[in-house]
């Protein structure tokens, strides 16, 4: 999810440049009642150039800094407590709803958006999957591949099917302080968690909020009223309830083993196991909080990424079920 974020963020901004470029006569959102096709140039002009500056961006800071090779295969099912997975499912969800959001904007009908809209997010996961092919230390994932259709398809068929998202995929984080932790190599050497974490996430806000899996949490978060009768106002409209996955104790990708060679430092797993962490928690849908203001609108979509912090149920096999009071 570390890189795949970064298209995500920059995406938003180009949607707020749009708004600023249309004098915020109205939410972005908002679809146009016909094929627009001054609106069509500027999302085709901003989405390409995001797309392009956002590849090369990856490419040279991030890839271009490891060795590559030639391209491979490579399996990472199981990896980083399928973190990673969730990350995949979470941007492919974002960048298709994104891209639809954009499209409906300049007109075009909704069958075809939402196809579009599928092959964008899917075809800017398979962009990274390809640099990845050619990376010594990666490889294509097709496990990755998987989670990244089912991520669009999750828009796709909800698009299709109701033509709203009942069910939005969204990401928290819960920042920790890393214990200084001693690990001992295997030449007698010493590290600590806290280095290691710092290698690993990095150590300032905005690189742990998107690097750091022992931290995040990946949503579903359901909108009951949608599927109920729309005269039972019982349950609020913007009321959701959500079921989140993480992990804990994610020091390496299979194992708590690191590096590949000597020396070599293992972190004791009956100390710090790794394991998974299921919730359940109540959340907010901002899109359904109804406002007259297209920049509200506008604002409401993008709080909307985000888990809204609440009391949260969580069950994980070491510790089985505990209540946490508020869960970010």
């Known amino acids: 999810m570390n890189r795949q974020s970064t298209l995500i963020i920059l995406l938003f901004i180009s949607f707020i440049n749009l708004s600023a470029f249309g004098q915020y006569e109205s939410s972005i959102f908002t679809p146009s009642d016909s094929f627009n096709i001054k609106r069509f140039n500027r999302s085709v002009v901003t989405g390409g150039s995001v797309y392009a500056l956002g590849s090369a961006w990856l490419w040279t800071q991030w890839y271009s800094q490891y060795e590559l090779g030639p391209f491979h295969f490579y399996n990472d099912m199981n990896s980083w407590g399928n973190m990673d997975k969730a990350g995949h499912l979470f941007s492919t969800y974002t960048e298709s709803r994104i891209a639809y959001e954009f499209i409906r904007w300049t007109g075009v009908k909704k069958e075809k958006a939402i196809w579009t809209a599928f092959g964008v997010g899917s075809g800017v996961q398979l962009t990274f999957e390809i640099m990845d092919g050619f990376s010594t230390d ?160 506008t604002a409401f979509k993008v709080l909307n990424l985000f888990k809204f912090p609440a009391p949260s149920l969580e069950y994980n096999a070491v510790h089985g079920f505990r209540f946490i009071p508020m869960y970010w």
């Open 138 to 297: 990666w490889g294509f994932s097709i496990p990755d591949v998987a989670f990244n259709t089912l991520g669009a398809g999750l828009f796709a068929a909800q698009a299709f099917a109701w033509d709203e998202q009942r069910i939005v995929v969204k990401s928290s984080n819960t920042f920790k302080a890393y214990p200084d932790f001693i690990v001992e190599g295997t030449d007698g050497s010493m590290t600590s968690i806290r280095d290691r974490a710092t290698e690993l996430y990095g150590s300032g806000p905005g690189a742990r909020y998107l690097k750091d899996y022992n931290t995040m949490t990946i949503w579903l978060s359901a909108n009951p009223a949608s599927f109920i009768s729309k005269s039972d106002h019982r349950v609020p409209e913007w009321l959701n309830l959500a079921v989140g996955y993480s992990s804990e104790n994610l020091y390496g990708g299979f194992e708590n083993a690191w590096p590949a060679e000597a020396p070599i430092y293992f972190l004791d797993e009956e100390a710090f196991p790794r394991y998974n962490q299921y919730f359940l928690s109540l959340d907010v849908d901002f899109t359904r909080i109804k406002t007259n203001s297209g920049f509200l609108r």
